[in-house]
């Protein structure tokens, strides 16, 4: 089990930049990818960008050359700096880590959420 704490969501003008920090209670090293998902009332969750630890990051094409994940092992921390928002870019912030059981099968473990609002 993990726990996940995000951080740093909030309001901002269309335009500015936020940056969404995720904190993990164990070793972050050991998952095979991270990730940011986002969601708003009534729709699904929807993949933002994911950083495998054997590759690089992929994103969602509408947040790709906006947005960009980072993650630091030795903090056991993720980061999602969002810079370009867009009123569109307005839901609810998730972090997530990803362990997999076979090639197949695999467990999510999520944060409780931070919210970002795009508005003028």
């Known amino acids: 089990q993990v726990q996940l704490v995000e951080s740093g969501g909030g309001l901002v003008q269309p335009g500015g930049s936020l940056r969404l920090s995720c904190a993990a209670s164990?070793?972050?090293?050991?998952?095979?990818?991270v990730g940011w998902y986002r969601q708003t009332p009534g729709k699904e969750r929807e993949l933002v960008g994911r950083?495998?630890?054997?590759?690089?990051?992929v994103y969602a094409d509408s947040v790709k050359g906006r947005f960009a994940i980072s993650r630091d092992n030795a903090k056991n921390t993720v980061s999602l700096q969002m810079n370009s928002l867009k009123p569109e870019d307005t839901a609810d912030y998730y972090c997530?880590?990803?362990?997999?059981?076979?090639?197949?099968?695999?467990?999510?473990?999520w944060g409780q959420g931070t919210q970002v609002t795009v508005s003028s």
């Open positions: 950083f495998p630890t054997d590759g690089s990051a």
């Open positions: 164990k070793s972050i090293a050991s998952f095979a990818a």
């Open positions: 997530n880590l990803r362990s997999y059981l076979t090639s197949v099968r695999y467990i999510d473990y």
